[in-house]
């Protein structure tokens, strides 16, 4: 019996008809499994780039994996590969015409610094409730003033007025008292005095503001009211105007009216200038209408009664909406302003408002956002606006109110050493400092920051690191706008972007398996970025993929012959029960990439195998791998595999390279078709091609159909020509 050396060809089907079988045959060997446990077991200790290329076994395992052994005594070279910002087009690695060294780069975790204060979703989440906050505060407001009005006509003594807390609180807190800390006897006496009575107890007291809350009243001495009402209706007014402007903290458009309101009620009944300046509140109204900046209240007066001091100081113009008399008194039949003078001011302070009221809020957040991203520790998030030097931000809102406004936290509620001790917490562990006060505000406001307990900023909780993001990013882009040339390349690239930023942004937002795999929108990004088509993959299978144990090579994931679908799972940071977890994070080599490697470098091994029997069944099997990742004939020319595989397939000699390069990738373009490249059927119809050329080159075999013809009946079919019409008849 004559024994005939099986074709290039067929030696490539053996291998990659069950490719899944060869490639666990190649990782159960001894020293592939050795290498890989080693592997898995030692990068995740690796901090440096330095640290990583001096460990050999790991340095060399990844390099194998990614096509690059030739390059391993180039230590140099690499680290600045590794050390390169791939979001910069013109970073080393990205300039490099092979890409297989930017793919090297994307695997680690070396370049992103992802220790930050916050994501953008996490600014964004707050900058958005900080300027919720302000609508819901007028809400708020409103909806106590409504409440008190609609309940204070039913009120037929003092007793039923504080035995509603909530009533009791709304008149508390319009003079400015904090109902925590004032007592119902003591409030009982004094809304129960008879203020003609020197020796009244609200007298006595030698308060103003508990005097001016027994006047908002009309209460008897025993508690009762005469005509059944408790207030007339301009003192529920003063009420309601002094309560919104105590509760209001920003310039609000109910404060707005709520001011004009208080102005046309006092200076209607204006007598002398004095009752002017003596008021705070219309102090503040005139200031803001016609921007005065005098600090004093005689100068206020002088400008409001002398023609003189008023062109002085500028302000005739505001002199002019007055009708004080240079003693302060008002002439006899006059007002203190007129229908026009009173219109006049009421426009300008609703434009002055207006402005101060955007640029409050809008110089807040930009505040805010300039000075979160320069934010390393908690303290650094402490430090005042005052504190910065060359600037003037003493009128800026400091940051850490804006967030505790952001979480409905009143700033005086908590000191900066409490609020410190807050935020370097760990609101998911029960028994720490944020949890043992049971308020879920002060937890939405650890999780809106990313500090550790030490104090320092740390890398974000996230379902994917910042790079591996990144990473499916580029790989959705390049898949989606792959062969494509002029406008519609231009389109494929605007509609990918938006579909990136949307990734990008609610991935963030993830927190668990579910969440994610209820998206749609994420789950295609994903699946189309790897290559796999969403439309081949049920929800049913993605949440047993996303439910097997990676370490099971029994587990549902691992069973499947596309391990693209374990290195997804894998890219994810979900614990056994499919929430975030923080193990996989802040390491140079995230969980997927890690397996990635690992599965690239039994590839590697699979193919040096075979080509140490047949090196054109190695050629065969890396051109099936990497053909429809081919964009360009320059692709095949920078690569030495795929340049010899061209020049076998179609009988060119070694001498075309020495022509131009753009003569060779001319060339290329006649004898390949670069876009079928995606079609399996002409990948396959070239492997034929060059696995026969391949052989007839190298003697490696006869023809199958020469030995047909010639063979006797004692010639037995070789597993040769068995296996080629096994083949056919499958199909």
């Given at each position: 019996?004559?024994?005939?050396?099986?074709?290039?060809?067929?030696?490539?089907?053996?291998?990659?008809?069950?490719?899944?079988?060869?490639?666990?045959?190649?990782?159960?060997?001894?020293?592939?499994?050795?290498?890989?446990?080693?592997?898995?077991?030692?990068?995740?200790?690796?901090?440096?780039?330095?640290?990583?290329?001096?460990?050999?076994?790991?340095?060399?395992?990844?390099?194998?994996?990614?096509?690059?052994?030739?390059?391993?005594?180039?230590?140099?070279?690499?680290?600045?590969?590794?050390?390169?910002?791939?979001?910069?087009?013109?970073?080393?690695?990205?300039?490099?015409?092979?890409?297989?060294?930017?793919?090297?780069?994307?695997?680690?975790?070396?370049?992103?610094?992802?220790?930050?204060?916050?994501?953008?979703?996490?600014?964004?989440?707050?900058?958005?409730?900080?300027?919720?906050?302000?609508?819901?505060?007028?809400?708020?407001?409103?909806?106590?003033?409504?409440?008190?009005?609609?309940?204070i006509g039913s009120v037929t003594s003092v007793d039923k007025l504080l035995s509603n807390s909530r009533a009791t609180a709304y008149v508390l807190e319009s003079f400015g008292l904090d109902p925590d800390y004032t007592s119902k006897s003591y409030l009982k006496q004094v809304l129960t005095s008879d203020l003609d009575d020197p020796n009244s107890f609200a007298n006595q007291t030698g308060n103003d503001t508990f005097v001016a809350l027994a006047k908002a009243f009309n209460f008897n001495a025993d508690g009762t009211v005469n005509g059944g009402s408790a207030q007339t209706a301009d003192q529920k007014l003063s009420l309601k105007l002094d309560y919104i402007y105590n509760k209001s903290t920003f310039p609000s458009d109910l404060l707005a009216d709520a001011n004009k309101t208080y102005w046309q009620t006092k200076i209607s009944t204006m007598t002398n200038v004095d009752e002017l300046v003596d008021d705070n509140r219309m102090v503040e109204y005139l200031k803001t209408a016609y921007d005065i900046n005098v600090q004093?209240?005689?100068?206020?007066?002088?400008?409001?009664?002398?023609?003189?001091?008023?062109?002085?100081?500028?302000?005739?113009?505001?002199?002019?909406?007055?009708?004080?008399?240079?003693?302060?008194?008002?002439?006899?039949?006059?007002?203190?302003?007129?229908?026009?003078?009173?219109?006049?001011?009421?426009?300008?302070y609703v434009t002055a408002f207006q402005a101060d009221q955007k640029d409050t809020v809008d110089n807040a957040i930009k505040n805010y956002q300039t000075r979160i991203d320069e934010v390393t520790s908690i303290d650094d998030f402490l430090t005042s606006n005052a504190d910065d030097e060359d600037e003037d931000n003493d009128d800026v809102t400091e940051i850490w109110d804006v967030a505790l406004r952001a979480y409905g936290i009143d700033p005086h509620e908590v000191g900066k050493t409490k609020l410190r001790d807050i935020l370097s917490s760990d609101p998911d562990d029960p028994d720490s400092y944020v949890n043992q006060f049971e308020d879920e505000r002060y937890v939405a406001l650890v999780k809106a920051f990313n500090f550790d307990a030490e104090?320092?900023?740390?890398?974000?909780?996230?379902?994917?690191?910042?790079?591996?993001?990144?990473?499916?990013?580029?790989?959705?882009?390049?898949?989606?706008?792959?062969?494509?040339?002029?406008?519609?390349?231009?389109?494929?690239?605007?509609?990918?972007?938006?579909?990136?930023?949307?990734?990008?942004?609610?991935?963030?937002?993830?927190?668990?398996?579910?969440?994610?795999?209820?998206?749609?929108?994420?789950?295609?990004?994903?699946?189309?970025?790897?290559?796999?088509d969403s439309d081949w993959v049920t929800t049913d299978d993605l949440k047993k993929m996303f439910a097997s144990d990676l370490d099971d090579p029994e587990s549902y994931v691992n069973s499947l012959e596309n391990k693209a679908f374990a290195e997804i799972v894998?890219?994810?940071?979900?614990?056994?029960?499919?929430?975030?977890?923080?193990?996989?994070?802040?390491?140079?080599?995230?969980?997927?990439?890690?397996?990635?490697?690992?599965?690239?470098?039994?590839?590697?091994?699979?193919?040096?195998?075979?080509?140490?029997?047949?090196?054109?069944?190695?050629?065969?099997?890396?051109?099936?791998?990497?053909?429809?990742?081919?964009?360009?004939?320059?692709?095949?020319?920078?690569?030495?595999?795929?340049?010899?595989?061209?020049?076998?397939?179609?009988?060119?000699?070694?001498?075309?390279?020495?022509?131009?390069?753009?003569?060779?990738?001319?060339?290329?373009?006649?004898?390949?078709?670069?876009?079928?490249?995606?079609?399996?059927?002409?990948?396959?119809?070239?492997?034929?091609?060059?696995?026969?050329?391949?052989?007839?080159?190298?003697?490696?075999?006869?023809?199958?159909?020469?030995?047909?013809?010639?063979?006797?009946?004692?010639?037995?079919i070789s597993a040769d020509t068995l296996l080629a019409v096994a083949q056919l008849s499958s199909r």
């Open positions: 019996m004559t024994s005939t050396t099986l074709s290039t060809y067929t030696s490539y089907l053996i291998v990659n008809r069950d490719m899944k079988s060869s490639l666990n045959s190649v990782a159960n060997q001894a020293t592939v499994s050795r290498e890989s446990k080693y592997y898995e077991e030692n990068i995740g200790k690796v901090t440096s780039v330095d640290e990583f290329v001096d460990d050999y076994r790991l340095y060399s395992y990844a390099m194998k994996a990614y096509g690059l052994s030739d390059m391993t005594y180039g230590k140099a070279f690499m680290k600045k590969v590794l050390e390169s910002d791939l979001t910069d087009s013109a970073s080393f690695a990205n300039s490099l015409t092979d890409k297989r060294y930017a793919a090297f780069a994307a695997a680690f975790n070396f370049t992103s610094s992802t220790a930050m204060a916050q994501t953008s979703v996490q600014e964004n989440t707050l900058v958005k409730a900080y300027q919720s906050s302000f609508d819901e505060e007028q809400t708020s407001i409103q909806a106590e003033v409504d409440y008190y009005n609609a309940t004093f209240s005689s100068s206020i007066k002088s400008l409001l009664t002398s023609d003189s001091a008023a062109e002085i100081l500028g302000y005739t113009h505001v002199k002019a909406m007055f009708n004080f008399q240079s003693d302060g008194t008002i002439a006899a039949g006059n007002a203190a302003q007129t229908a026009a003078q009173l219109a006049s001011i009421n426009a300008s104090g320092d900023i740390s890398t974000p909780l996230l379902v994917q690191s910042e790079s591996v993001t990144n990473d499916y990013a580029s790989d959705y882009l390049r898949t989606k706008t792959k062969l494509l040339t002029g406008v519609e390349k231009t389109e494929a690239k605007t509609a990918a972007e938006k579909e990136i930023g949307y990734f990008q942004t609610q991935m963030q937002t993830i927190t668990t398996a579910k969440q994610f795999l209820a998206d749609e929108r994420l789950v295609s990004f994903v699946l189309e970025a790897k290559g796999v894998a890219s994810f940071n979900f614990d056994t029960k499919g929430n975030v977890s923080s193990d996989p994070v802040g390491t140079v080599q995230q969980r997927g990439d890690v397996l990635t490697t690992v599965n690239n470098y039994v590839q590697q091994t699979l193919e040096e195998q075979q080509g140490e029997d047949n090196e054109g069944v190695r050629l065969a099997l890396y051109f099936q791998r990497t053909a429809s990742d081919i964009t360009s004939p320059y692709n095949i020319l920078s690569d030495t595999a795929l340049f010899q595989f061209f020049k076998t397939t179609f009988s060119m000699s070694d001498y075309i390279s020495n022509m131009d390069t753009a003569q060779q990738a001319d060339m290329i373009e006649n004898y390949i078709d670069i876009n079928k490249l995606q079609d399996s059927d002409y990948v396959t119809d070239l492997l034929k091609r060059f696995t026969a050329l391949y052989d007839q080159a190298n003697n490696n075999t006869t023809s199958p159909a020469l030995a047909m013809l010639t063979s006797t009946s004692s010639t037995r």
